[in-house]
């Protein structure tokens, strides 16, 4: 799988732990809205869990599981904001065919790649340890599965507010791994070296 330096930069997600401090002495309104911003988050992300546990462990050939896992994403995901965050500055110098393709894989590469960091968490309890508000618009809701064999995997969910007022997921951290955060590392490293049709290649051949 297209992985290479995912623990060495396992560090980035120290970029996420950047909470700016609150006033002092909020007003009644702020902190009745702060606490229904952290409350909305932390049900998304039990919801979420929920329905790719669903997904995954039904009775329907493996395949089908990683077809209603994807649409799970799909749906709780913002895959749009995720996958224009990861090409980066690539994206500028993209032509309307790159761009093309790299809308239509980008989906399914990304929900494949979660599919195969949820192995080991789908159908085991989510415990919310904390959630804190993170600039005007995110919440990160930290949580713990606890596992029969080995230690608890712990699971950070970036939850953002969109404009019309939908939550999604921006950015689901596996073990300490920011996979939004290496991707972008990765596929920046990537073209640099070998070009944007060769990554785009790659993406086609993986997302399988």
Known sequence: MFMSRVRILAALIAATSAVPALAQDPAPAAEESETAAVDGAIAFAQALTA????????DKPEAEQLEDFRAVLADGMALDVIGRFMIGEARKTMSEDQLARYNAIFPQYLTKLYAEQFQDIVGKPLEVIEAKPLGARDVIVRTKFDRKDGGPIMVDWRVRELRSGERKAIDIIVS????????REEFSSFIATNGVDPLLDRLEEDAV
Do not use: C, P, Q
Request: avoid cysteine; charge should be neutral.
């Open 51 to 58: 329905d790719a546990t669903t997904a995954l462990t039904s």
């Open 176 to 183: 300490g791994v920011s996979i939004m955060l290496v991707k």
